[in-house]
Structure formats: C-alpha cells, structure tokens
T-cell receptor
Framework: DVKVTQSSRYLVKRTGEKVFLECVQD?????MFWYRQDPGLGLRLIYF???????EKGDIPEGYSVSREKKERFSLILESASTNQTSMYLC?????????????FGEGSRLTVL | KNQVEQSPQSLIILEGKNCTLQ??????????LRWYKQDTGRGPVSLTI?????NTKSNGRYTATLDADTKQSSLHITASQLSDSASYIC????????????FGKGTHLIIQP
C-alpha cells in the first residue's frame, strides 16, 4: 500500500519557536508537496519539490521553508512560529507532474501556536 | 482567474438517502477534474478522476458526472452510509498552461442515522 507518513499528528508550540514537520513517502515518488488547510479556505500550496535538493514556492510560502535532502523525505520548517500559522498541514506526493496525477496525502499534522 | 467552486458548503442527510454534490469550474484549458474524500482528521483520498472525454464514471456507490458545456461536475452518492460522512473536495488543473492544481473548498457531508 502507498504510504505518506507525517511525523506528528498534533503539535502545540509557542510563538517564536522553530517547528519541524517531517514527511516520508515509500512510493519512490519524484514530487512532494506541503499544503495547509484552514476552514473556509481549502487547501493552499506552501512549497513543493520535483527532485532532491529542489524546491519551489507555492502560493503561500511566507514564513516557511523546506528541505529535501533525500528523495523520500520532505520537511517543512517554520523558523519562528506565529499564531496565524495555527493550521492543519498536509504533505502529499505523486509520480506524475501533470494535473491528472493523483496526489497521495499523509494523515496531516495539526499545529497549534500559542 | 481559474477557479473551482463547490456547493453546497455543507449538507446533512439521513442514512440510506441519496445526495448530489456540485462542482463548477472555470479552468481553461480544461483537461480533468478529480474528486477527493477527506474523513475528519485524515488526509484526502482520491475517489475518481473525470477527463474531458468522460461523462460518467462510477466507483461503487459514488458516481461522478461531467458536463463540459456547462463546466459542471457532480458527485452522486447512492444509499448513503454513516461512513460517507466526510468532506468532498473537487480539484482541477491550475490552467493557463501552468503546473499545479486548483482546489475547491469542499462540501462537508454529514450522514445522520
């Protein structure tokens, strides 16, 4: 079975803390994505990567950075967490860059910043 | 701006009843729409994809339709079950030749016993 694993389901952090969200996929997919999901706003793309060491900004990259040192792992970093980054974070991967390519999502990481 | 809009925003129906969720798109050029199901607290999972040449596609009790003339897709759920309670998200291409996807905001469906 296809699997995307996010390291933490729930996190509570304080304003100003550095936060790491880890994502690992076991499908040998080239492409990996980080989204955030907020009520009434749907899924919004933060960053994505089409290859190791490669990263591209999505629609809302401000306040975030990413790292892709290995093909199977894509990390999202909040350098200095703020309350407006309280959200559900979803990692996804796929093998097909075309819009027809199915995204495989992790279970999500719900982050609360106090 | 390319968009995917879903209706209703939320829906409550009794177990065993049928329902239809709508997705209107203005993506151009259009190539496909995919429906995802997202259970509460979980990641979305693909239900089906509709390509330009397809009108209807079924996946068990789920039937998706596509009308390219009106730029509408619908997801029909037959004989609903409690496990159908979820958010259903319609996703299309970003359009304009760009990579990437455009997400609808989803329909939150609640099945009551």
């Amino acid at each position: 079975d296809v699997k995307v694993t996010q390291s933490s389901r729930y996190l509570v952090k304080r304003t100003g803390e550095k936060v790491f969200l880890e994502c690992v996929q076991d499908m040998d997919h080239e492409n990996m994505f980080w989204y955030r999901q907020d009520p009434g706003l749907g899924l919004r793309l933060i960053y994505f990567s089409y290859d190791v060491k490669m990263k591209e900004k999505g629609d809302i990259p401000e306040g975030y950075s990413v790292s892709r040192e290995k093909k199977e792992r894509f990390s999202l970093i909040l350098e200095s967490a703020s309350t407006n980054q309280t959200s559900m974070y979803l990692c996804a991967s796929n093998a097909d860059r075309r819009s027809t390519g199915e995204l495989f999502f992790g279970e999500g990481s719900r982050l609360t910043v106090l | 701006k390319n968009q995917v809009e879903q209706s209703p925003q939320s829906l409550i129906i009794l177990e065993g009843k049928n329902c239809t969720l709508q997705c209107n798109y203005t993506v151009s050029p259009f190539s496909n729409l995919r429906w995802y199901k997202q259970d509460t607290g979980r990641g979305p999972v693909s239900l089906t994809i509709m390509t330009f040449s397809e009108n209807t596609k079924s996946n068990g009790r789920y039937t998706a339709t596509l009308d390219a003339d009106t730029k509408q897709s619908s997801l029909h759920i037959t004989a609903s079950q409690l496990s159908d309670s979820a958010s259903y998200i319609c996703v299309g291409p970003r359009g304009g030749g760009a990579d990437g996807l455009t997400f609808g905001k989803g329909t939150h469906l609640i099945i009551q016993p």
